[in-house]
């Protein structure tokens, strides 16, 4: 049977909202076709043209994966991770009645799954609250996501689950700095996507398989992803 592709990843631009902590990135014209006709290249009638981009950001814009090392100084950094961590079978859960700010708990957790149809069992979960939808790419984008309480958190580690993806900057409210969610993924050794996007085209399709795998930086921290997902 034929697969579809759904493309989970945020388009990398220019100034692009970021995590309130971080800068924005930077991609700009670097040479363009009309600047390298001047070096000649090629052949007479058929010249050889090209272009490129210089693009500076940090490892936590747009779709990306934290590494271990992001909150745990002792963490293994992305370039030592199994690639097996950022693919796998994968469920969608539909908790779009959560609001903006809002909090992911265990009773969320737990309807979302019995609505999926399917026991999470190992499976990499993915949270779509609708939030992107609603407030890309404007400001609210960076400072009103919904809290993955600790609880929550906790439910997904006990069935197995070691990997998670959330819309938004992060699985933390911006409106508090204690990130009690990132530090029990430290504690626990798992870890998140964060900013997927079009989280609503995998509801109601049971199992599927998704990846978000990093470059494969030296030391890094986290890392941009293509992420997308393969339904049968």
């Known amino acids: 049977m034929a697969q579809r592709v759904i493309d989970l990843s945020l388009t990398i631009e220019d100034n692009m909202p970021a995590h309130k902590l971080f800068q924005r990135p930077v991609v700009a014209l670097h040479m363009s076709h009309e600047s390298t ?21 940090l490892d936590h814009v747009g779709t990306h994966v934290d590494a271990y090392r992001h909150v745990n100084p002792k963490g293994a950094p992305v370039d030592e991770m199994p690639l097996e961590t950022f693919m796998g079978k994968a469920l969608c859960f539909d908790l779009q009645h959560i609001p903006d700010l809002g909090d992911i708990t265990v009773a969320d957790m737990e309807a979302a799954e019995k609505k999926a149809g399917v026991k999470v069992d190992g499976h990499i979960v993915l949270l779509c609250t609708g939030f ?26 006990d069935r197995g689950s070691k990997m998670h993806g959330v819309e938004g900057p992060s699985t933390d409210k911006p409106t508090d700095n204690i990130f009690a ?52």
Request: hydrophobic share 40%; charged share 20%; glycine share 10%.
């Open 181 to 232: 969610q990132h530090r029990l993924c430290r504690d626990l050794g798992i870890s998140h996507w964060e900013w997927l996007v079009n989280l609503e085209e995998l509801l109601g399709k049971g199992e599927f398989q998704f990846f978000g795998v990093p470059l494969k930086f030296k030391g890094g921290s986290g890392s941009p992803v293509r992420a997308f997902a393969l339904l049968n």
């Open 132 to 157: 992107h939808k609603r407030n890309y790419p404007g400001l609210d984008s960076v400072w009103k996501n919904p809290l993955l309480t600790v609880e929550a958190t906790k439910w997904l580690y």
């Open 37 to 57: 006709k001047a070096q000649s290249l090629g052949v007479p009638g058929d010249p050889m043209t090209f272009q490129t981009n210089f693009i500076a950001m």
